[in-house]
C-alpha cells in the first residue's frame, strides 16, 4: 500500500484519515433513504414499489460508505478491496436496470445478473489490483450506453432534471478529485479535504440517480411495469 492517500495525512489509531472516513457516512444515508418504500397514497411507483430492485440500490449505497470508510480509516489492501468492489456495484445496478427498463433483461434475471458480474468482478479485482480504474471507468460508459439503449426502447417518462443534478454533482466531484489527488488545493492536516467533499457529492449524485429512476408514476406505462405484470410494454 502506498505511504498516503491523497492529500490528507495519515493519523496514528484506529482510523488513520478521519475526514475521508466519516464523510462516508453520506453514501449511508443515501442507501436508508432508498430502501424506503413509497407512501401509500404516492403517486410514484416502479423501482420503489420493487423491494428486491430498490434494496440492491439501497444496499448498494450503504455498501460503498462502508467499503470507503474501511478503506481510508485502514489504508489496507482489504480495505481498498472493499471499496472498490463497493464502487463496481452501482455502475452494474444502474446498466442492469436499464436493461430492464428496456425489456432486454427479465425482472427475475435481475439479481442472479447482478450477483454473478459482481463476483466475476471483485475476483478481477484480486488478480489485477491495478486495473480498478480503468475497469470502473468502463463500467461507466457501459451506464451511460444502457440508458441510451433503454431510452430508444422507448423506456421515457423519467424526470431529466434529476439526471441532470447527478451529472452536475458528479463532475464537480471529479474535478476536486483531481485537485485533491495532485496536492494541488492540499492540507493535509486540515479536517477540509477535498477527497472528503468528492464522498460527501458522489452521495449527492447517487441521491440524484435514485430520484431520477424513481420518478416514473403509477399513472404513466412503464416498460418495467408491463414486463411484472406480463403485459406488453408501450413504446
Not at 11 to 38: D, E
Not at 68 to 89: E, I, K, N, R
Not at 108 to 119: D, I
Not at 178 to 190: A, R, V
Request: proline share 5%; glycine share 8%; hydrophobic share 50%.
Amino acid at each position: 500500500m502506498p505511504v498516503d492517500c491523497f492529500c490528507e495525512a495519515l493519523r496514528a489509531g484506529w482510523v488513520r484519515q478521519p475526514a475521508n472516513s466519516w464523510s462516508n457516512l453520506a453514501f449511508v444515508l443515501v442507501g436508508l433513504l432508498a430502501m424506503r418504500g413509497p407512501a401509500p397514497d404516492s403517486p410514484h411507483a416502479s423501482i420503489r414499489d420493487d423491494a428486491v430492485v430498490r434494496g440492491l440500490y439501497g444496499l448498494t449505497a450503504v455498501i460503498i460508505g462502508v467499503g470507503s470508510w474501511w478503506y481510508h480509516a485502514s489504508m489496507t489492501f482489504w480495505g481498498q478491496w472493499v471499496d472498490v468492489v463497493g464502487m463496481y456495484l452501482l455502475p452494474t445496478w444502474l446498466t442492469l436496470y436499464n436493461l430492464l427498463r428496456a425489456r432486454y433483461l427479465p425482472r427475475r434475471a435481475f439479481l442472479p445478473a447482478w450477483l454473478v458480474l459482481n463476483t466475476l468482478l471483485a475476483v478481477g479485482l484480486v488478480v489485477l489490483p491495478e486495473w480498478r480504474r480503468q475497469v470502473f471507468a468502463l463500467l461507466l460508459g457501459l451506464t451511460l450506453v444502457s440508458e441510451i439503449v433503454a431510452r430508444r426502447a422507448g423506456a421515457r417518462g423519467l424526470e431529466t432534471r434529476w439526471m441532470l443534478a447527478s451529472l452536475a454533482s458528479l463532475g464537480l466531484a471529479f474535478g476536486i478529485w483531481i485537485l485533491d489527488l495532485k496536492h494541488i488545493l492540499c492540507d493535509p492536516h486540515s479536517l477540509i479535504q477535498g477527497h472528503a467533499a468528492w464522498h460527501i457529492l458522489c452521495a449527492m449524485a447517487a441521491w440524484c440517480i435514485w430520484r431520477y429512476y424513481s420518478s416514473a408514476r403509477r399513472d404513466s406505462a412503464s416498460p418495467e411495469d408491463g414486463a411484472r405484470a406480463g403485459a406488453p410494454a408501450a413504446r
